[in-house]
């Protein structure tokens, strides 16, 4: 009895893996390996090229756009991750003072952006930011004087879309760690507070340790999610001006779509792969860690 | 001092929330005015004139209409097919025993690493021999491959109690019939959520249909409204009347689905709702 079972289950689970499986494959493992391999000649985009090795390796060490792209990435992720996680932790915090339906709409104000496709993000701060008509121009008149084309600007261009990602995508993190304040047990904090515990000594010493977990998950997320950065620098500053805002990703798209360099943009984006894998074991590690 | 500052607290939260609402506030009140009145200085909360003249032109002047009939069907498909081929696979990784079980789970596993914006090269290049370049399945396939909802299924099928299975299996049904009548209708609720944010990733999504489809023929509206800069010029009530339009699906399926939203949000990020 137990053998025809068996092999039914055999030809069952053919049936109910093959379309995913068959999917996988063709459009995952092999565009993968495929991309490996092409990160070894200097095929264009579509069609064939010659073998050269390493040497498309060797010509990202001296490739000062793609190391410059490299630096800007890492200077995003560092206007973006730190203080995205921590004002989610802050808003989520302030979001749970509030009672019933005010809470609700808060969290929904704090959300919306975040289900919106970059295109309407990018239109709506095109407005807000204009440096004629838009209405943030009030305020930094105010402060510095003057109106500023920010997206134009070397200086304001990276900061100003790393401002922008934040209010597009922190509803995110907030959902997360309204989740995560949610689970502290009231007993816990009713404890703290017999005991005295009040304020910024009961953040430190209760919700800070309690919530770390979430944390240590939210800031991994969004180290991945920011080491990807193309749509809104796309979008918004072309990785201009003068360079002065290109990433990593837009760097593969230059030398494979703009340039025909199909073997060289496979060549980031095998690097970009290698650091993401890299990092996502981390993250592996973070959601596991975490207490159910 | 104590009194005051739970008070000063939500108030400022409340602030918060307000200028976080503004942008959207702000975008949607511009598209209803007229082109002149919207580079009027000053702050005019509301439109002196109320005009749905930007809708009119955008759907006049534009293909939206034809970017939104590609951006419903491709990412209708998608969603059928990302919870078609993940159910089953998370059932058959859940209920059967079968060699290379485990080495798929392992696999599944590890795709999570693989960057998608890594593959746009090597995607391009599959699509372009499948003949695919600007066509609805070349938007559709690269996107089929979502390895968290495979997990997802199988944790949720993990849950159900053997017994149900096992009268199931005495009653003489077979693994499809299981399958269909009794594991998805006790996991409605999760395929209902996974349905609503795998449609609206695949409408947001931006980059893959920016690549592949370069034609009217398949464009999606998340893209095609970025492409119109040139006829437009700088006419903000317009450009924010066609950012309205693309935006109107996601923002009111995630109105009416809150709690399915952030429940499979939640679950995507690892986190059990």
């Known amino acids: 009895m137990p053998a025809p079972r068996r092999r039914g289950q055999v030809r069952d689970a053919l049936i109910f893996t093959g379309p995913f499986v068959a999917a996988y494959l063709v459009l995952f493992v092999y565009p993968t390996a495929r991309m490996v391999l092409m990160s070894f000649t200097d095929a264009p985009l579509v069609g064939d090229g010659g073998w050269v090795g390493l040497n498309n390796y060797f010509r990202l060490g001296r490739d000062a756009l793609f190391l410059k792209s490299v630096g800007h990435t890492f200077y995003f992720v560092a206007l973006t991750v ?25 969290l929904a104000a704090f959300f919306l952006p975040y289900v919106l496709p970059v295109s309407v993000v990018y239109r709506i701060w095109e407005w807000m930011l204009d440096p004629q008509f838009g209405i ?16 134009a600007d070397p200086l304001w261009a990276m900061p100003s879309v790393a401002f922008i990602t934040i209010w ?40 800070w340790p309690l919530i770390w977990p979430v944390t240590a998950l939210v800031l991994t997320i969004q180290l991945i999610l920011q080491l990807k950065i193309f749509d809104q620098i796309y979008l918004m500053t072309q990785g201009g001006p003068f360079n002065s805002t290109y990433v990593v990703v ?27 894998a890299a990092l996502s074991t981390l993250q592996f590690q973070a959601v596991r860690a975490r207490p159910a | ?40 200085p000053g702050l005019a909360l509301l439109p002196h004139t109320w005009s749905l003249g930007s809708y009119a032109y955008v759907f006049r002047h534009t293909a939206i209409l034809r970017w939104y009939i590609n951006s419903t069907g491709t990412s209708a498909i998608i969603t059928l097919a990302v919870i078609g081929l993940s159910s089953c696979c998370g059932y058959a990784l859940s209920q059967l025993r079968f060699p290379g079980r485990a080495l798929l789970y392992a696999t599944i596993l590890a795709s999570f690493m693989v960057p998608i914006q890594a593959m746009i090269v090597t995607h391009f290049v599959l699509m372009s021999d499948f003949g695919l370049i600007d066509s609805w399945l070349g938007v559709i396939l690269p996107q089929l491959i979502v390895p968290v909802t495979v997990i997802i299924y199988k944790q949720f099928f993990d849950q159900i109690q053997k017994e149900f299975r096992e009268a199931a299996l005495l009653d003489g049904a077979n693994e499809i019939q299981i399958f269909a009548r009794v594991y998805m209708p006790m996991n409605w609720g999760v395929t209902t959520a996974l349905a609503i944010i795998t449609f609206i990733g695949a409408w947001n999504n931006f980059l893959w249909p920016f690549l592949v489809a370069n034609s009217n023929d398949s464009m999606t509206v998340t893209v095609g409204i970025t492409q119109v800069h040139d006829n437009f010029g700088v006419q903000y009530a317009r450009n924010l009347a066609g950012a309205v339009i693309a935006a109107l699906p996601v923002a009111v399926a995630y109105l009416l689905f809150q709690r399915r939203v952030t429940e499979a949000l939640m679950l995507s990020a690892g986190i059990k709702g």
Do not use: C
């Open chain 1, 250 to 276: 837009q760097y593969i798209y230059r030398q494979a779509f703009q340039s025909n360099h199909g073997g060289y943009g496979a060549t980031v984006a095998v690097v970009l792969f290698a650091v993401i």
């Open chain 1, 82 to 106: 730190v203080p995205t996680t921590l004002l989610g932790l802050l808003i989520a915090m302030g979001v749970l003072r509030l009672r019933g339906a005010l809470q609700r709409i808060a």
């Open chain 1, 168 to 207: 597009w995508t922190n509803g995110f993190n907030v959902l997360l760690f309204v989740a995560g304040l949610r689970n502290i047990s009231q007993d816990v904090l009713d404890a703290a507070a017999l005991d005295g515990a009040r304020g910024s000594a009961r953040f430190r010493h209760i919700v």
């Open chain 1, 136 to 151: 943030v121009q009030y305020p930094v008149r105010l402060i510095i004087g003057h109106p500023v084309a920010m997206w």
């Open chain 2, 1 to 40: 001092m104590r009194r005051i500052r739970p008070f000063l607290l939500t108030a400022l939260t409340l602030t918060a929330a307000g200028f976080w609402f503004f942008p959207l506030y702000w975008a949607v009140v511009t598209s209803l005015k007229p082109e002149d009145e919207v580079v009027q």
